[in-house]
């Protein structure tokens, strides 16, 4: 373990935004996290890659980097296997793990940033699969009681870039493993991504392939935090009704849209920032990413509070613009 007092926080996180904290521990043992928390009074913020977190304001409290590992099999048969992964693993190590090994039904998340305690917290996607679609269960400590607990698939409330962790229990518990359900044969490729399923029609299909070619797409169009400070998508992608589909096509028939049901319509939160014309707009320290304008970058010494002020106009500027309120993906500190 390792204690950093009134430390600066701009290696946790991927912003690259230089805050400090009262203190930071690094803990890479679960008795000595149970250890910390029995001690600690005050504000406690669990933190594992800092990939989804903008820090505006010095952090008044205790921060502890989760930084446990391991990769165990719980259970397995010829077509599937149960496996265990601590909270402080890298989760595209772990996706790396599982395609080495054959073991599928992560593929389609390569590359997603951050530690595996937080992928059940933001119910991480893309290309079509969510971490719910693979979940079995997660475990972890009560803040309140430092009571261990397990939780399956069906109390975690899942839905679209969220979970119970973001509402009901935020800020009560932390996430020191999780479970999941991965193929080991008869695997089902999930394709039907418009841009995935156009670059692997020539390709026979296997986890690797999926896996590179998503890893391809990610990074033609998401910065590499270690040169340009991002989170990936600041914003997630707004649904509406049909009546309001309907009302901004009539304006904008290009819009694209992406059919959830007979009355709920998801649309790019990147087209909409795009058509409002921020690829021009920013400062020399603040922005959109070129060649996605959904990720809001620091060009190189933005504060916490310059960004948050950018994503906020462009908040108003959408709202304005289409009647629609979008929601932040990154959690704001």
């Known amino acids: 373990m390792k204690i950093n007092k009134e430390a600066s926080l701009k290696k946790f996180n991927t912003f690259n935004v230089s805050e400090t904290a009262n203190c930071i521990y690094e803990v890479e043992e679960i008795i000595q996290l149970k250890k910390i928390l029995s001690d600690i009074k005050g504000q406690i913020l669990i933190l594992g890659g800092g990939s989804n977190v903008l820090f505006t304001k010095r952090f008044e ?10 990769i165990n099999v719980i259970r397995e048969n010829k077509d599937s296997i149960l496996v265990e992964v601590c909270a402080g693993e890298n ?3 772990f996706v790396i793990w599982a395609v080495e090994n054959n073991y599928g039904g992560v593929e389609n998340l390569s590359l997603i940033p951050g ?10 996607g893309a290309y079509g699969v969510e971490l719910k679609d693979i979940f079995y ?7 309140n009681s430092l009571e261990e607990f397990e939780m399956k698939k069906s109390e975690c409330k899942f839905s679209y870039r969220n979970s119970i962790f973001k509402t009901e229990l935020k800020d009560k518990v932390v996430i020191t493993s999780i479970k ?7 695997h089902h490729f999930k394709i ?30 998401l910065p590499d935090h270690k040169s340009i400070g991002n989170c990936g998508s600041f914003f997630k992608n707004p ?20 059919k959830i049901d007979s009355n709920k319509y998801k649309i790019p939160a990147a087209w909409l920032i795009e058509k409002s014309g921020f690829k021009e707009k920013g400062s020399k320290n603040v922005g959109v990413y070129e060649n996605q304008p959904l990720v809001i970058i620091n060009r190189g010494s933005a504060s916490g509070k310059e960004i948050l002020d950018f994503a906020n106009e462009i908040k108003y500027t959408i ?8 929601e932040e993906e990154v959690l704001i500190i």
């Open 61 to 70: 409290g205790t921060i502890i980097n989760l930084r446990n590992k391991g």
């Open 91 to 93: 989760w595209n190590d």
């Open 115 to 124: 530690n595996v305690g937080a992928a059940p917290i933001q119910n991480i």
């Open 137 to 143: 269960s997660c475990s972890g400590i009560r803040l």
């Open 180 to 186: 999941l359900n991965l193929t080991k044969s008869n």
């Open 192 to 221: 039907a991504y418009k841009e995935l399923k156009e670059n692997l029609s020539n390709f026979e299909l296997s986890l690797k392939v999926i896996s590179d070619e998503v890893i391809k797409i990610r990074q033609s169009k």
């Open 239 to 258: 649904i509406i009704n049909l009546s309001k589909l309907k009302k901004i096509k009539a304006e904008y028939p290009d819009l694209p849209s992406f």
């Open 319 to 326: 709202h304005n613009n289409f009647n629609i309120q979008l």
